[in-house]
C-alpha cells in the first residue's frame, strides 16, 4: 500500500455550507488535506472550483473519489 | 394559490403522498402546527414523548412501508434530540425526512433562544440537508429533500426552516414530487465477468443485505439462487428478504450467525454479495474473509465497491435490474454435494438446542401467534441477536433493527411508526430491559394512539450483550451491567393505561400472548430470562470465521 500524492479538481454548486460538507467528508472519514484552494470558476458565478491535493495509497484515491462524488452539491470530481 | 410558508410545507408533504408524520411542537415549529390543525383531516400527526421517539417512529415506518418517513420537531434541543435517530437511518439507509423549524433568520448566529446550528450537526450523518430562509425555497427544497431521500441507495434528509420563511405568504404550486434521480447504467461487461466467476464455481454463496429488500428484489433474488443452485446466507439487514421455508435460507452470518450460515459462507469458493457492505461485524477479519473465495459484488452505491472487502467483479446499478440481467446470462447448475453440506449444518445446529424457557423457546412461542406479515421490531443487545437467529422471517419489511448505528431505545419508536401503518395488525417488539428504559415513554404514545404492539420484554436484569463481553474477554469482571432494578412491568403498563403480564414459564407466556393478542391497544409481556445466558456462535471482535466460539 504505497502512499501517494494526488491532485483533485472538485466543481461544486456556489451554496452555503458547500465547503463544509467537502472538508468534513475528509475529517468523518479519516482522509489527508495537504493543501486547498477555493474560487470562483472561470465565468460561471453558479459554480466554484475546489483544488485539493490529498495523499493515500491507490485504494484510499479511488474511495475519496467516489465518496466526494455523492455529496449533492458536487457537480465533477477530477483527478489532474 | 398564495400561501404562507407553513402550509407551504404541510400541503407539499400531503402531495407527496404522507399520511403519518410524528413529531413534537415548540417555538420554531409553531406556525407548522397551526398550519396542521386545520390540515389534521388529511394529514395525521402521531405526538411523541419525546423527539428521538419520532425519530425512530418515522424511521420504522419507513422501514416497514418502504415510504418515506417525516419527523417534525422545533429548534434548539427538539433538533438534537432528533440526532441518533437522524444517524440510525443514515445507518440503516432508510429515507426519512425531518423537518425542524428555526430562529428567525435575522436571530441565526446570534446564540439566540433555542438556536443551534442543526444542519452543521447533523451533516455526517444525512445524504443531504438544507437551511432554508425564503419561503419562495420551501417547496422546491421539499420535494428535493423528498427526491433525495429515495433515489438511489436511500437516507435521510433534513430540511431546518427559519421562523420568518415559515410565515411569510408566496405562492405554492401544488408540491407535486419530482422523479427520482436516475441510476448510473450498469456497465454491461461486468454481467460477462461475473457469470464466468459464477458458471465456474462450485461452492457459490449468496449473501443477501438490506439492498435487497430496498430495491423489491427478494423474488429475484430466490429465483437467482435457484437458476445458480445456491445456499443463501443475511446480513442482519437482509434477513426478511426471503421465506423463512425455502431451503437454501441459512440465516444470517457474521459475529453472531447462525451455524449453518458461517460455516457456508467459510467454505465457499464465490461469495456473490447482493445489496451489502461487507461491516465488519458481517466479515470479521476482511484478509481472512477474503483468502480463499473470489467475491462479485453487487450494489446501487459505486463508493461501497472496495470500500470494506475488495472484489473480484463489481455490478453497480439497481439490484432488481441487475440480478435479473445477470439471471439471463449465467447457466443453470446444480451443485447437489455443497447444498447437502448445508443440511448437515442445519441438523448439526437444530440438535443443540435445549428445551425450558429461554430466549429461543420465547421467540418460537411469540412466533405461534403471528403471521408472515406480522412486523417485528428489536432493540439492541442479545435479545435482538435472539430475534435475528430464530425468528423466522419470510416478508421484507417485517423485521425493523438497528443495523449499523446499534441504537438501544429504537425499538419501541420504531414499532410505533410500523405499528401506525399497520392498521389493526398487531406489531411484536422484542425488546431488553435495558434498551426498554431508554425509550419506553413512548408506550404512554402507543396507549394513547391506540396501537397494538405487544411488548415482550427479554429480562435478564442485566445489559447482557455488554456483559457476555466481559464474561467472555474481561474475566467476569461486570462492571456496569448489573441492572438490578426493580421495575414492575405490569404496573409501569398499568401506569401507562395499557395492559402488562409476567411470564416465568412456556405456560404462563401462552397465557399472556393469548391475552395480548386479543387487546386492542398496546401490552407489555415481562419475560424473566437468565443472565447467563449468551448468544452463541460468537466471531470475537476482529476475529476471523475460523475463530467463531460455538459452545
Ligand atoms: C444507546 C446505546 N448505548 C449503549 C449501547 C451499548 N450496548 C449494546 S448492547 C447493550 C446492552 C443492552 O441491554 P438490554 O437492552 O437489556 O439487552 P440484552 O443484551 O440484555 O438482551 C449495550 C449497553 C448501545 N448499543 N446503544
Ligand atoms: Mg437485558
Redesign the pocket.
Same mark, same amino acid.
Given at each position: 500500500m504505497e502512499i501517494k500524492n494526488f491532485t483533485l479538481s472538485i466543481i461544486v454548486t456556489n451554496k452555503a455550507g458547500v465547503l463544509s460538507r467537502v472538508i468534513g467528508l475528509f475529517s468523518k472519514r479519516g482522509y489527508n488535506i495537504d493543501t486547498l484552494y477555493v474560487g470562483p470558476k472561470v465565468e460561471d458565478s453558479r459554480h466554484s472550483r475546489i483544488i485539493m491535493t490529498s495523499s493515500g495509497d491507490d485504494a484510499t484515491r479511488e474511495q475519496i473519489i467516489k465518496q466526494l462524488r455523492k455529496i449533492f452539491d458536487v457537480q465533477e470530481v477530477k483527478l489532474i | 394559490m398564495k400561501l404562507r410558508g407553513a402550509a407551504i410545507v404541510i400541503e407539499t408533504l400531503i402531495a407527496h403522498g404522507v399520511t403519518d408524520v410524528f413529531g413534537y411542537p415548540g417555538g420554531a415549529v409553531l406556525e407548522l402546527y397551526n398550519e396542521l390543525y386545520s390540515r389534521s383531516d388529511r394529514l395525521r400527526h402521531i405526538l411523541s414523548c419525546h423527539e428521538q421517539g419520532a425519530s425512530h417512529a418515522a424511521d420504522g415506518y419507513a422501514r416497514a412501508t418502504g415510504r418515506p418517513g417525516v419527523v417534525i420537531a422545533t429548534s434548539g434541543p427538539g433538533a438534537t434530540n432528533l440526532v *441518533?435517530g437522524i444517524a440510525t437511518a443514515y445507518l440503516d439507509s432508510s429515507p426519512l425526512i425531518a423537518i425542524t423549524g428555526n430562529v428567525s433568520s435575522n436571530l441565526i448566529g446570534k446564540d439566540s433562544f433555542q438556536e443551534v446550528d442543526i444542519a452543521g450537526i447533523t451533516m455526517p450523518v444525512t445524504k443531504h440537508n438544507y437551511i432554508v430562509k425564503r419561503a419562495e425555497d420551501i417547496e422546491d427544497t421539499l420535494c428535493e429533500a423528498f427526491q433525495i431521500a429515495c433515489s438511489g441507495r436511500p437516507g435521510p434528509v433534513l430540511v431546518d426552516i427559519t421562523k420568518d420563511a415559515q410565515i411569510a405568504e408566496v405562492e405554492f404550486y401544488g408540491g407535486s414530487p419530482k422523479a427520482l434521480f436516475a441510476v448510473p447504467e450498469t456497465d454491461l461487461d461486468a454481467f460477462e465477468k461475473a457469470s464466468k466467476l459464477i458458471d465456474e464455481s462450485e461452492k457459490p454463496y449468496i449473501y443477501c443485505g438490506g439492498g435487497v429488500i430496498s430495491s423489491g428484489a427478494g423474488k429475484l433474488l430466490a429465483d437467482f439462487a435457484e437458476r445458480i443452485d445456491a445456499p443463501v446466507g443475511f446480513s442482519m439487514m437482509g434477513l426478511s428478504a426471503m421465506d423463512c421455508d425455502n431451503p437454501r435460507k441459512l440465516g444470517m452470518t457474521g459475529m453472531h450467525g447462525t451455524y449453518p450460515a458461517i460455516k457456508m459462507n467459510e467454505e465457499a469458493d464465490l461469495i456473490i454479495a447482493v445489496g451489502v457492505r461487507f461491516s465488519d461485524r458481517a466479515t470479521g477479519d476482511k484478509d481472512e474473509y477474503r483468502k480463499n473465495t473470489k467475491i462479485v459484488h453487487i450494489d446501487i452505491d459505486d463508493a461501497e465497491i472496495n470500500k470494506n472487502i475488495s472484489c473480484d467483479v463489481d455490478i453497480v446499478g439497481n439490484i432488481s435490474e441487475s440480478l435479473s440481467a445477470l439471471c439471463k446470462v449465467v447457466k443453470k447448475s446444480s451443485h447437489a454435494e455443497w447444498n447437502a453440506l448445508a443440511e448437515n449444518y442445519k441438523r448439526e445446529a437444530e440438535a443443540k438446542f435445549t428445551g425450558g424457557f429461554n430466549p429461543r423457546s420465547i421467540i418460537r412461542a411469540v412466533q405461534k401467534f403471528t403471521g408472515k406479515n406480522t412486523i417485528v421490531a428489536t $432493540?439492541? /443487545? %442479545?435479545? %435482538?441477536m435472539w430475534v435475528a437467529q430464530y425468528y423466522r422471517f419470510s416478508n421484507p419489511r417485517t423485521f425493523l433493527t438497528s443495523g449499523g448505528l !446499534?441504537? +438501544? !431505545?429504537f425499538g419501541m419508536g420504531a414499532a410505533i411508526g410500523a405499528s401506525s401503518a399497520n392498521g389493526a395488525a398487531r406489531t411484536v417488539l422484542f *425488546? /431488553? $430491559? /435495558?434498551?426498554?428504559h +431508554?425509550n419506553l415513554n413512548e408506550f404512554a404514545t402507543a396507549v394513547r394512539y391506540k396501537l397494538p404492539i405487544v411488548v415482550i420484554v +427479554?429480562n435478564?436484569n442485566? =445489559? /447482557? +450483550?455488554?456483559?457476555q463481553w466481559q464474561t467472555l474477554f474481561y474475566e467476569k469482571r461486570y462492571s456496569q451491567t448489573v =441492572?438490578d432494578r426493580v421495575t414492575d412491568y405490569v404496573k409501569l403498563a398499568e401506569a401507562f393505561g395499557g395492559t402488562g403480564y409476567k411470564a416465568a414459564n412456556l405456560e404462563e407466556l401462552q397465557n399472556a400472548l393469548d391475552g395480548a393478542f386479543k387487546s386492542g391497544g398496546p401490552v407489555i409481556i415481562d419475560c424473566a430470562i437468565d443472565r447467563d445466558e449468551m448468544v452463541l456462535p460468537m466471531i470475537p471482535a476482529g476475529g476471523s470465521y475460523a475463530d467463531a466460539i460455538y459452545n
Open positions: - | *441518533t $432493540d439492541v /443487545g %442479545q435479545h %435482538q !446499534g441504537t +438501544m !431505545g *425488546t /431488553g $430491559d /435495558g434498551s426498554f +431508554m +427479554m435478564n442485566v =445489559l /447482557g +450483550m455488554v456483559r =441492572l
